[in-house]
């Protein structure tokens, strides 16, 4: 009864919640303006809807939907002619998401965690099951799910002990939530263990899907060509959030002004691409010069307006990653990546990525979204730990100037990338088993 009754109250307020998640929509449009498009979708209007055998994956943002790539690879491998219905929650996601879509397949804004528009969502599309990914679990959408017997499923499943406590401050609304997932494909045994607390049925550990990603052989191979045109060895500040840029600023002029002699060139890359001006306004106030990757063209990095890299400085020119979908590109240009998200108290991000492009990595403290990969990491030699970003830019500079100790952490890096594969086959074979048992 408390359940039933918190739930119906949830569901009153997401829906009266609804006119400001237009307002928000309408306002975030006029910076990334894919927000104002399809605005009835989310709200279970749609103008394409169609009644198929759909396999529905939810990928919400830019990192869930590259992870979903790899499990489609495996799932249209494993079932031919399967129809593909994604949905996404933001602008970069959708983008990515588009990537995936073959003949037949249907990509629909996220509906909106109310009991009308999920309503409208089911009855539209009639999926045979749902594919949730990460930590995307809301509760109308569990029930609502039920109530329209669609099996729904979260993979590549992720718990960090923070989100749990979260989920705990509202078990009448959680604990039917994650109860009611048909299975979970849990990453590690601590976020299995974590999902189980929460009263999900944790199906089995099937490691990250992540581990299974082949970066892009082009992007490789021209950041390698690219590297090795550098007079001096690169860093790159990997996917940036807010305040870590203005620390790394701090660090590293001090750290200049102590050894001015050392040569280093520096990558930034913002995780937000909205957020890429207002980086490069923050690097020109600190005196740095700024050359964006969409000014480089085939040539490479620009380091400044002189005929000669020679001539200019490395330490007077920041290298401004402001392109989606490069970050194998950006890895292997990079001699060592710091961490972004890792220096604020963010969680971190996976750091896969930058392993399978043989990319070792320096961690800032807060790792707590990635904690077992992060401590397999940095046990493997893949990873270092620093407690603040002025000796992660010591580290990165020490280990970028020995080339020998370099070669050693970035063989670290591609070796523990290697030996972490396999999640995705595990995965399809769960959920073709989840289709067999609803056929039965």
């Known amino acids: 009864m408390i359940s039933n009754l918190s739930l119906w109250l949830y569901g009153v307020f997401m829906r009266l919640a609804q006119p400001l998640l237009r307002r928000k929509l309408h306002k975030r449009a006029q910076a990334e303006p894919l927000y104002g498009q399809f605005i009835e979708e989310r709200f279970g209007h749609y103008t ?32 031919p002619g399967m129809k593909l219905l994604l949905t996404n929650g933001t602008a970069t996601g959708r983008e990515e998401g588009r990537k995936l879509l073959q003949d037949g397949d249907l990509q629909v804004w996220q509906p909106w965690d109310s009991p009308e528009v999920l309503d409208r969502f089911f009855l539209a599309f009639k999926p045979k099951m749902g594919l949730l990914l990460e930590t995307e679990v809301w509760p109308l959408l569990v029930q609502r799910a039920q109530v329209h017997g669609v099996p729904i499923m979260l993979v590549n499943a992720r718990m960090s002990e923070k989100s749990m406590q979260q989920a705990q401050r509202w078990p009448a609304l959680m604990r039917p939530a994650y109860a009611g997932l048909s299975a979970v494909c849990a990453q590690t045994q601590d976020d299995a263990s974590r999902l189980k607390t929460l009263g999900a049925k944790v199906q089995g550990i099937f490691g990250n899907l992540k581990f299974d990603a082949k970066p892009d052989a082009v992007q490789l191979a021209l950041g390698q060509s690219w590297r090795h045109q550098l007079t001096a060895p690169l860093v790159m500040l ?179 990338a290697q030996q972490h594969g396999g999640a995705t086959e595990r995965t399809v074979l769960a959920v073709q088993e989840l289709l067999n048992s609803i056929r039965d």
Request: charged share 20%; hydrophobic share 40%.
């Open 238 to 416: 990997a996917s940036s959030r807010e305040g870590e840029e203005s620390s790394w600023l701090e660090a590293w002029q001090t750290f200049i002004a102590q050894q001015p002699d050392v040569r280093v060139n520096w990558l930034i890359v913002p995780r937000h691409p909205q957020r890429v001006n207002e980086v490069e306004s923050l690097l020109q106030s600190g005196g740095l010069r700024v050359s964006r990757r969409s000014t480089w063209g085939q040539e490479g990095p620009s380091l400044g307006s002189d005929s000669s890299a020679e001539t200019t400085h490395p330490t007077t020119v920041v290298l401004l990653g402001d392109s989606l979908g490069e970050m194998a590109l950006y890895y292997s240009l990079a001699d060592v990546a710091l961490l972004g998200g890792s220096f604020e108290k963010l969680g971190g991000q996976n750091l896969i990525e930058a392993a399978a492009c043989a990319c070792p990595i320096v961690m800032g403290p807060h790792t707590f979204n990635f904690s077992e990969a992060s401590e397999a990491a940095q046990t493997s030699g893949a990873a270092q730990r620093a407690p603040n970003m002025a000796e992660a830019v010591r580290l990165a500079v020490e280990t970028v100037l020995n080339k020998q100790v370099q070669q050693k952490r970035a063989h670290q890096a591609a070796q523990f």
């Open 48 to 79: 394409q809807s169609a009644r198929q055998d759909w396999i529905w994956i939810h990928a919400v943002s830019l990192g869930e939907a590259r992870t979903a790539a790899i499990l489609l690879e495996g799932l249209r491998r494993a079932m």
